[in-house]
Structure formats: C-alpha cells, structure tokens
Nanobody
Framework: QVDLVESGGGSVQTGGSLRLSCAAS????????VAWFRQPAEKEREAVAL????????HVQPRLEDRFSISWDSADDTYFLQMTSLKPEDTAMYFC???????????????WGQGIQVTVSS
C-alpha cells in the first residue's frame, strides 16, 4: 500500500513562494511517476508537474515552468513542488498523486493524497 501526504500549503501574498511536500510511504516505486495537480474552486483538476519516482525525468507544464519546479529527496521519498512568484490565479487545492504512466491526465493516477490548500492574495 502506498500513501501520500501533502504539506506546506497556506496563504501567501502575490509574489511570494511556497514549497509543497508530498511524503510517500509504502512502496512508492511500485509506481513510476509522482505528479502534482491542482484544482481551483469550481474548476477542473489540472496537471502542474510530474517526476519519475527515482527523480530522473521531470516535467513542468510549460505555462508554469518559469515559476514552478519539481524535485525528489531520495533520503525519505519526499517529492517537492517549489512555487515562486505566486499569483492569485495559483489559488487552488493542490494534490500529489502516483501512477504508472507519464501523463497529465488525472485518470491515469491511482493513488492520491488528501490535498492541501494554497491561497494567494493580491
């Protein structure tokens, strides 16, 4: 069984930074990719970034790659989403998820964390 627990969310002002953490327990390497998704209120869930579970392959959605980055700490299988220059439109519930394929579709990920709120005020 694999469990994912997000942390590091909260409220920041425009231009601020946050680093989200996704702590994986269990056999995370039974999956090939960990991804970050976000879902603003009353909108669809969208992919933000993904990384192979061993950290060798990374992808950040093109419209976010100048501000967001994804990384992995091999010591404890924690996956990070570093967010800088935050804007009000980044406000959303952020989720980490694990799956077997390189994909930006939520339906391709079968293990999900509970989500964490990020709020950016103007």
């Amino acid at each position: 069984q694999v469990d994912l627990v997000e942390s590091g969310g909260g409220s920041v002002q425009t231009g601020g930074s946050l680093r989200l953490s996704c702590a994986a327990s269990g056999d995370i390497h039974s999956r090939n990719y960990v991804a970050w998704f976000r879902q603003p209120a009353e909108k669809e869930r969208e992919a933000v970034a993904l990384i192979s579970t061993l950290g060798s392959h990374k992808h950040v959605q093109p419209r976010l790659e100048d501000r967001f980055s994804i990384s992995w700490d091999s010591a404890d299988d924690t996956y990070f989403l570093q967010m800088t220059s935050l804007k009000p439109e980044d406000t959303a519930m952020y989720f980490c998820a694990a799956g077997r394929t390189f994909s930006i579709r939520p339906e391709d990920f079968d293990i999900w964390g509970q989500g964490i709120q990020v709020t950016v005020s103007s």
